[in-house]
């Protein structure tokens, strides 16, 4: 039988390492990707996803299950840490090429990937969250809503303008690069 998220902190809380590991191995790399598609630097998300864990194990942890679910901690987590990392700029500026294997890395190669994560990383933060949690992480519409705690017709309407907004920022490189639209 598969422990929910809050079972296993609950035991992780009891000291139990395996009920971390755990948890760790079922969350970490969906942070990490998280914060990678936010910052567009590997060493910015790998810390970050360390550091959400770091936060969860402390003992000045904010979690409270009545408040929600342990996913949408760890997320909001990821998303406030890498607003402080941006803000302190201890990334370097330049665009840094991704090579997370998912979906998009697979189908956009070189400077094309660049430079769609360059246009993800400029669109507003709460544009940002919505198209990178449904379009990138492959949420539904109601998971991104409880992830970003608020409506699901808030998240369709982010996702629909961030969409937009990307199509505005890519459709030179995808015209110069022979790439047809509508």
């Known amino acids: 039988m598969v422990q929910s998220d809050e079972e296993l902190y609950r035991q992780m809380r009891k000291g139990d390492q395996r009920a971390f590991a755990e948890l760790y191995e079922r969350r970490e790399p969906a942070l990490f990707r998280y914060a990678l598609y936010l910052s567009g630097s590997r060493i910015v998300a790998e810390e970050v996803a360390h550091d959400a864990f770091i936060e969860l194990i402390g003992r000045d942890t904010h979690f409270d299950e009545r408040r929600g679910s342990l996913e949408a901690y760890l997320y909001g987590v990821a998303r406030n840490l890498v607003r402080v990392m941006q803000r302190r700029?201890?990334?370097?500026?330049?665009?840094?090429?991704?090579?997370?294997?998912?979906?998009?890395?697979?189908?956009?190669?070189?400077?094309?990937?660049?430079?769609?994560?360059?246009?993800?990383?400029?669109?507003?933060?709460?544009?940002?969250?919505?198209?990178?949690?449904?379009?990138?992480?492959?949420?539904?519409?109601?998971?991104?809503?409880?992830?970003?705690?608020?409506?699901?017709?808030?998240?369709?309407?982010?996702?629909?303008?961030?969409?937009?907004?990307?199509?505005?920022?890519?459709?030179?490189?995808?015209?110069?690069?022979?790439?047809?639209?509508?």
């Open 89 to 182: 700029r201890t990334f370097e500026q330049g665009v840094e090429q991704v090579t997370a294997h998912d979906v998009v890395a697979d189908l956009i190669k070189g400077e094309r990937t660049a430079a769609l994560y360059a246009a993800i990383r400029e669109l507003p933060e709460s544009y940002r969250d919505a198209v990178v949690l449904c379009d990138l992480e492959e949420k539904s519409y109601e998971e991104a809503a409880l992830l970003m705690k608020c409506a699901l017709g808030t998240v369709r309407s982010r996702v629909y303008r961030a969409r937009m907004l990307l199509a505005a920022r890519l459709k030179p490189l995808m015209l110069s690069a022979g790439v047809r639209g509508r």
